[in-house]
């Protein structure tokens, strides 16, 4: 991971025309640049400790303290000050406690639910950095598609003021062709600053200059679902989707936080050791002339030992209704957990369909597309040599120019579109992975040396 830190800048800081930046380049400089992800990884190694704490609780516990104190005693007239060291070592180990057993399994579908998080993160990563590529494409589509019509609407405008001085036309006439220039340059200002918040984004997502993003090809590998019905993708997810397979995991910990709410009821055993040594006193001051305590057992003075070993039994009897509080608190939010998982079983049923169908009919809305693409570009043609020969006027020149530049607008809207969705459709099955967003990147021009803008 620290190497990757070391060559991410130094990429950054190559030419522009000698570094074209596609799909693949964009997701795996996301996987050591993006904050979120590389958080998330932090998240999980932490959340997977738990499995390792809560174990820690059913193995022996074992402890160890010593001093050493300066004391005073004063008995019948005489007073002592004397020094005395002492020790003790515990030893405890669970022979049988409900509660620390459910601790321990849920410790367990807590490890795996970081895990699973860990994934999730990583395929939704692969998504993520998708949908910002297509969309900083999409906006300067979008951009290029408005300037095409503020050039037609400028040319009519300027023809409209020519003709205006000659005669020929009214001024109702200019201040239409005004309006519509007018109108043309303000969506183009609202696209410039759409494309410059994209472009952002996707710096911020992947750390790369979104100006050296490569476009799609002229002809894409439009290819639909296989299996080529929509319920067998929605069985896929309810047994691959890594959100499902999180909320199951969840599901099973309500269980285990059920079963230690229960534990409060029943009794614990534990294996208790001790083992007590007090020195011998040392006298430091002593106001009589009694010779100083000889090491005798049973005075404060004495050095001695003490050591015991048993069973340790705790028997709850009545906590004023706290744990049967907390039992009924724990099955509700087991039921809660429930309701949630069928929430997302029928959402993400519902989000694989739509997605299945977005594929399935995307080929053939492409394909559309395409076709009135031409079309567009075939009418625009025809109205310019048209308006060449006199039998088109200019407003019929300007609406085939504007319907061209929505149509280029549509057609690359549903490329994009296609390959979201395809992407989607991986993404709740749980089975979108590097290979697949490889086969997805096929559709991306390599290497043309120049800026999609």
């Not at 990429?11 to 400089?29: G, H, V």
């Not at 990583?122 to 408005?146: G, R």
Request: glycine share 6%; charged share 15%.
């Amino acid at each position: 991971m620290k190497y990757k830190y070391l060559v991410l800048p130094l990429a950054l800081l190559l030419p522009l025309a000698s570094y074209s930046c596609d799909l693949i380049a964009s997701y795996t400089s996301a996987l050591s640049y993006n904050a979120d992800y590389l958080g998330q990884i932090a998240k999980s190694l932490a959340d997977q400790e738990s499995t390792a704490l809560a174990r820690s609780q059913l193995l022996p516990q074992a402890g160890a303290t010593a001093s050493f104190s300066e004391n005073y005693l004063g008995a019948s007239g005489t007073s002592t000050y004397y020094h005395q060291p002492t020790a003790n070592a515990t030893l405890s180990q669970v022979v049988f406690d409900w509660s620390k057993y459910s601790q321990y399994i849920k410790g367990k579908y807590g490890t795996q639910v970081a895990k699973l998080q860990l994934a999730n993160a990583k395929q939704k990563l692969i998504v993520d950095v998708a949908s910002s590529y297509f969309d900083v494409l999409y906006a300067i589509d979008v951009l290029n598609s408005i300037k095409i019509t503020k050039n037609a609407l400028e040319k009519q405008l300027n023809q409209a003021k020519n003709s205006f001085s000659a005669g020929t036309v009214t001024i109702a006439d200019v201040n239409d062709a005004q309006s519509g220039f007018d109108t043309a340059n303000a969506q183009q200002i609202q696209a410039e600053n759409d494309l410059i918040n994209k472009k952002n984004i996707f710096h911020n997502l992947v750390g790369l200059n979104s100006e050296s993003i490569q476009p799609l090809i002229t002809n894409l590998q439009l290819v639909t679902p296989i299996p080529a019905k929509a319920q067998s993708w929605s069985d896929k997810a309810l047994t691959n989707n890594v959100n499902i397979k999180i909320a199951l995991t969840q599901v099973e910990m309500a269980k285990q936080d059920v079963s230690i709410a229960i534990s409060g009821h029943l009794p614990s055993l534990n294996i208790a050791g001790n083992y007590i040594y007090q020195g011998a006193g040392g006298v430091d001051v002593q106001n009589s002339e009694v010779s100083q305590s000889q090491n005798v057992p049973g005075t404060p003075l004495s050095s001695y030992t003490n050591a015991s070993l048993g069973l340790q039994l705790n028997v709850p009897v009545y906590s004023g209704g706290a744990v049967s509080s907390q039992v009924r608190a724990a099955r509700a939010n087991y039921v809660q957990s429930q309701q949630q998982l069928v929430a997302l079983q029928r959402q993400t049923d519902q989000n694989i369909k739509n997605a299945f169908w977005q594929v399935q009919n995307g080929v053939n809305i492409v394909k559309a597309q395409t076709q009135a693409l031409k079309s567009a570009k075939l009418k625009l043609n025809s109205d310019r040599l048209g308006y060449e020969a006199g039998v088109r006027n200019s407003i019929d020149l300007v609406n085939s120019e504007k319907n061209y530049a929505a149509a280029i607008q549509n057609y690359n809207q549903a490329r994009y579109q296609y390959l979201n969705y395809r992407l989607q459709l991986y993404y709740l099955a749980g089975n979108i992975d590097e290979n697949y967003l490889a086969q997805i990147n096929t559709n991306i021009e390599k290497n043309t040396g120049k800026s999609v803008n």
